[in-house]
């Protein structure tokens, strides 16, 4: 058991920081190292291209001859896009990478569980942690802006989809499992007057004694519910108007430096907040976020109001999709119509990618049908109530364009952007310096 929950862990670590190379505080072995590629004033280190290598191979992917030239080329063509947004002034500001990098490792520890767990795994803080990630992240992101410099406004047509589709050999078309369309509406339990007007006293009450000299930070890490900075005092990096919630932003906007706000209640409960400082349309709090918990009688009444919703729509006076978008109260879902999404955005998803619970359901359903509300358990441990709609069911199949006109439309566009980027690589390593170490010469990468 604790085997799978670290492995567990790691992954979830992993694939959280969006397949970033494995960093110098992974577990895996010490390579010695040297620069293996500079472009302009940035380098590429052996190190890099190994643990770039090792994250390759842990995904899956299969050893092929020439893998490591290929993400050698990847690693060269990331510092080209960053030395060329150096020249062309596409900034990313360091307040972006910052709140970027705390809002990843506050979605990070609320999976998790705690960031002692992560702590303990990696044997490093994790403000050491953010700090060992902090370029990484940048580079990942003025990388992903000179992307979508290059590729702005990149489309693809109906017929470059099927010139894309009738290039694929016979022999090489996937085959694809079984598919389900399955769209979903979360109805989260609100708590009544009586438990918000609990939590309201117990913050008026801890803003009296901060105000008598009692320490802020104390009775954050004491008794505030976010996970991500309770721990840090309730410090918050910097942001800028419209990335928090609009009465948190409202209030730290119009207090004085140094000044503690009166109770604030947003959609994720109530704040206490300490303006430290303002520039500009950016500023920095710290705060205690404690959440009003829902009582039985919430409880019960979240699941009458979704039936009473799943009626309407079996009634036809709303669709389950606008019911969706308008009602839901899961983000993930609510502005796709409900539905479940593939990694490509589309709401046919391979029955191995659903929650286990959502398959055994649908798997005693008709297509068509929606069940009764279902009480369920949420990824941070709170219960809701959600209704099913079972839309559609795929059989296993080789790639079509009528049954996967949206998968092959998604690879055409991949194709045609690596097409362009590709082009623009060719251009654009002549205006900077490049240099590969000899033992890397067989990659050919300055070749034309």
Known sequence: MKQSKTVYLKYIVNSFLLFLPLMSWSQDPVVIDKIIAKVDNYIVMKSDLEKAYIDFLSRGEFRRPNAKCQILEQLVVNKMMVAKAEIDSVIVEDAEVQSNLTNRMEYMISQIGSREEIEKYYKKSIDQIEAELFDDIKEQMTVQRMQQEITADLEVTPSEVKKFFKKIPTDSLPFFSTEVSVAQI??????????KDEVKNLMYELRGRILKGESFASLARQYSEDPGSAARGGELPFYKRGELAPEFEATAMTMKEGELSMPVETQFGFHLIELQQKLGNKFKTR???????????DYIAAEKYLDSLRTTIINDSITFREAAKEYSDDQ????SGGFFTDQNQGTRVSV??????????????????ITKPIEFQKA?????????????????????????????????KNDKQNRILSEWFDDARDKVYIEIDPEYDHCNLLED
């Open 186 to 195: 979360v109805v989260d339990p609100k708590p009544g007057k009586a438990q």
């Open 287 to 297: 705060h205690i976020l404690i959440s009003p918990k829902p009582s039985n009688k």
């Open 332 to 335: 993930m879902t609510s502005q």
């Open 352 to 369: 191995e990618e659903l929650d286990p619970t959502i398959f055994f359901t649908i798997d005693t359903m008709q297509i068509g049908n």
């Open 380 to 412: 941070d441990g709170s219960r809701a109530y959600r209704i099913l709609y079972y839309k559609d069911k795929v059989p296993p199949h080789e790639a079509n364009l009528k049954d996967d006109y949206q998968k092959i439309a998604m690879a055409a």
